[in-house]
């Protein structure tokens, strides 16, 4: 079975810094990774996805992601955020089980601060 | 395009009393149908996902049913909702792994 684990439940940081959001995984074999985006009081919107290929996957609102294998990670990263970043994200993990069912980590959620 | 539509937007119900959420797809056919619940600060729990009409796989033993009358309908059903039902539960339909969300129903049971 698939588990994701996202390592921060919050995370404080001023406009314009860069940040990291974490996310970890386990699974016996192959899957596809996604980070999601939640505004209150809101449903999800995909940010980006790692299906293969490149480790480096870009996604909306300028936000990018590294896939490590070896460290089973696929950490979230912009480079500078601003206000309207503040929101829940969530990491998930999905692999083909006849219903394609997705496994979301906890969420971290991202505050901004001016 | 695609779009999903999840009513009511909001609901609040006494304990007891019976449930139903409707989701709907637009502009796609035959698609992979979830319904989710996120409880006040947590993460999303699957609560039931469908691959086809009629066809209805459950995750979590609870007093919820969903069912799948049609291609793009997916309702979520309640006959005695329970304190612990509150919280928001979100639609989503599925495209190559990728999904996509309802704006979700916020759920008060009191």
């Known amino acids: 079975a698939q588990s994701v684990t996202q390592l921060d439940s919050q995370v404080p940081v001023f406009e314009e810094a860069p940040v990291e959001l974490r996310c970890n995984y386990s699974s016996s074999v192959s899957v596809y990774l996604f980070w999601y985006v939640q505004y209150p009081n809101q449903g999800l919107q995909l940010l980006l996805k790692y299906l293969s290929g490149s480790t480096l996957v870009k996604g909306i609102n300028g936000f990018e992601a590294e896939f490590n294998k070896s460290q089973t990670s696929l950490h979230l990263r912009k480079p500078s955020v601003h206000i309207s970043d503040t929101a829940e994200y969530f990491c998930?993990?999905?692999?083909?089980?006849?219903?394609?069912?997705?496994?979301f980590g906890a969420g971290t959620r991202l505050f901004v601060k001016a | 395009s695609q779009t999903i539509h999840q009513w009511p937007a909001t609901l609040v119900q006494p304990v007891g009393s019976p449930l139903s959420l409707e989701c709907t797809v637009e502009?796609?056919?035959?698609?992979?149908l979830y319904w989710y619940r996120q409880a006040a600060g947590r993460g999303l729990q699957l609560l039931f996902y469908?691959?086809?009409?009629?066809?209805i796989s459950s995750e979590v033993p609870q007093n919820l049913s969903a069912s799948r009358p049609q291609d793009r309908q997916f309702i979520l059903s309640s006959k005695k909702l329970l304190l612990s039902d509150s919280g928001f539960y979100l639609c989503?339909?599925?495209?190559?792994?990728?999904?996509?969300f309802g704006p979700g129903t916020r759920l008060t049971v009191t």
């Open positions: 502009g796609t056919s035959n698609p992979n």
């Open positions: 989503a339909w599925e495209r190559a792994y990728e999904q996509y």
């Open positions: 469908s691959v086809g009409i009629g066809q």
């Open positions: 998930a993990v999905s692999k083909n089980t006849g219903g394609f069912k997705t496994i």
